[in-house]
C-alpha cells in the first residue's frame, strides 16, 4: 500500500520563477494538505483541498495557490518566488477534511531551494 | 490565534534514560493534541494524540496526557532507545477540522548508546 508520494524530492530554482509540487495521497485518501516547513521550524498549514475545492487556507499570500484533481492528487504552485520560500513543502493526506478520527498521513516532502 | 511552544533543543540522553518533552499550548475551544516523529529523511508520522481533557495518547511506550488545567501535553519515556533519535514536533487541531494543524518549533532528541 503505497504512502503518501511527492515529487520532486529536490528542487532549485531562482528568485522571480515559478514553481509546481506534486502530490499523490495514500490510497482511500480524498483530502490533501500541504505544509511548509522552514529549516529548524515547525511545518506551518498553507491550505487543504477536498472534493477539487479550496477549504480552509493558512496565512500565505496569493502566491501560493493549488489545484486538486478527480484521482484526488493535488500540485503546490509558487509564483514569484523569494528567497524566504525556501523550505521543505510537506504534502500530507486524510479521509475526509472535517473528520477528527482520520489521522494525516505525510509525505517525505520535496525540498525547495530558491537562489 | 493558536499557538504551540515547546521546549528548546536539541536534547542529548543516553539510552535507558527517562524523556520528558514539555509541550505547552494556546487555544480557544478544545482542540486535539497531537505528537509527531520526524526521522532522518523522511516525513512527519503520528506518534500519539488525545482529544479531550485527561486523555493519555500512547504508542511505542511514549505517553502524553492532555492537561486542561496547565494547557499542556508533554511527552514521556521511560527508557529510550538510541532508535528514538528524531525531532519530535507537538501540535494542536484547529477546532474547525483535524487536518488543520499548528506545529511548535520541534524538539531534536539524540539518544547516544
Known amino acids: 500500500d503505497a504512502g503518501v508520494t511527492q515529487s520532486p524530492t529536490h528542487l532549485i530554482k531562482t528568485r522571480g520563477q515559478q514553481v509546481t509540487l506534486r502530490c499523490s495521497p495514500k490510497?482511500?485518501?480524498?483530502?490533501v494538505s500541504w505544509y511548509q516547513q522552514a529549516l529548524g521550524q515547525g511545518p506551518q498549514f498553507i491550505f487543504q483541498y477536498y472534493e477539487e475545492e479550496e477549504r480552509q487556507r493558512g496565512n500565505f499570500p496569493d502566491r501560493f495557490s493549488g489545484h486538486q484533481f478527480p484521482n484526488y492528487s493535488s500540485e503546490l504552485n509558487v509564483n514569484a518566488l523569494l528567497l524566504g520560500d525556501s523550505a521543505l513543502y510537506l504534502c500530507a493526506s486524510s479521509l475526509g477534511w472535517t473528520s477528527y478520527n482520520s489521522p494525516l498521513h505525510f509525505g517525505n516532502g520535496t525540498r525547495l531551494t530558491v537562489t | 490565534g493558536n499557538s504551540v511552544t515547546q521546549m528548546e533543543g536539541p536534547v542529548t540522553l543516553s539510552e535507558e534514560a527517562f524523556l520528558t518533552i514539555n509541550c505547552t499550548y494556546t487555544a480557544t475551544g478544545y482542540p486535539s493534541l497531537f505528537w509527531y516523529v520526524q526521522y532522518p529523511g523522511e516525513g512527519l508520522q503520528l506518534l500519539l494524540k488525545a482529544t479531550k481533557a485527561d486523555d493519555k495518547g500512547s504508542n511505542k511506550g511514549f505517553e502524553a496526557t492532555y492537561r486542561k488545567e496547565t494547557t499542556s501535553f508533554h511527552l514521556e519515556k521511560g527508557s529510550v532507545q538510541v532508535s528514538d533519535s528524531a525531532v519530535y514536533f507537538c501540535a494542536l487541531s484547529d477546532a474547525k477540522g483535524a487536518q488543520k494543524l499548528v506545529f511548535g518549533q520541534g524538539t531534536r532528541l539524540t539518544i547516544n548508546p
Open positions: 490510497s482511500g485518501h480524498d483530502t
